[in-house]
Structure formats: structure tokens, C-alpha cells
């Protein structure tokens, strides 16, 4: 098993920037896939990205390609999603999970989950 655990939210305005930081334990962090998540108040939980287990792949949605970037060091069993320009329709909070064995947007499809962080984006 692996336990995760979501860090870096916060308060901030149209157009700045965030990091969020996903910190493994358990397993070693480099057997599972890792994706970020996100759920807005009255939503369904929404993929963001994902990243396979050695970084050599990632994927994200259409809605923060280009502004949005996953990234994991597995020295430091550590998946991280930088977040630049961002907009009140990214306000969320922000789920980190992992599988094993799958790598794609469903959230269904993933075993572990982190309790989230709060992004919250001010007009």
C-alpha cells in the first residue's frame, strides 16, 4: 500500500501561480502511476493529469494543457503539479492518487488517494 499526502494549496488571484506537492509513503513511490485530481463545489471529481511511474510519460486535460505541469521525483517519493496562470475556474480541491496498473483519467481506476488541498482563485 501507499499512503499519500497533498500539500500546497492556498488563496491566490487570477493569473498567479501554485506548486502542489503529493508526498508518498509505504511502497516505494517509483511502482505506481500518480494523477492529480479535482473537485469543485456541486462537481464530480475531474483528472487533471497524470504521470506514469518513471516520469517518461504524462498526460493532461484540455482544460490546463499549457498551463498546468506533472512532475514526480522518485528520490523523494514526490509527485508534484505546477500551476501557472491560473483562473477562478480552477478553484478545487485537489486530489493526488496512485495505481499500480493504470494510467489514464478515471477516477474509479486508481487504489489510493490523498484527504486533498484547498486552491482557491480569487477574481
Known amino acids: 500500500q501507499v499512503q499519500l499526502v497533498e500539500s500546497g494549496g492556498g488563496l491566490v488571484q487570477t493569473g498567479d501561480s501554485l506548486r502542489l506537492s503529493c508526498a508518498a509513503s509505504?511502497?516505494?513511490?517509483?511502482?505506481?502511476?500518480a494523477g492529480w485530481f479535482r473537485q469543485a463545489p456541486g462537481k464530480e471529481r475531474e483528472f487533471v493529469a497524470v504521470i506514469t511511474r518513471r516520469g517518461d510519460g504524462t498526460y493532461h486535460a484540455d482544460s490546463v494543457k499549457g498551463r498546468f505541469t506533472i512532475s514526480r521525483d522518485n528520490a523523494k517519493n514526490t509527485v508534484y503539479l505546477r500551476m501557472n496562470s491560473l483562473k477562478p475556474a480552477d478553484t478545487a480541491v485537489y486530489y493526488c492518487a496512485a495505481s499500480a496498473d493504470y494510467s489514464g483519467m478515471y477516477v474509479s481506476r486508481y487504489d489510493y488517494w490523498g484527504q486533498g488541498t484547498q486552491v482557491t482563485v480569487s477574481s
Open positions: 509505504g511502497r516505494p513511490f517509483s511502482l505506481y502511476n
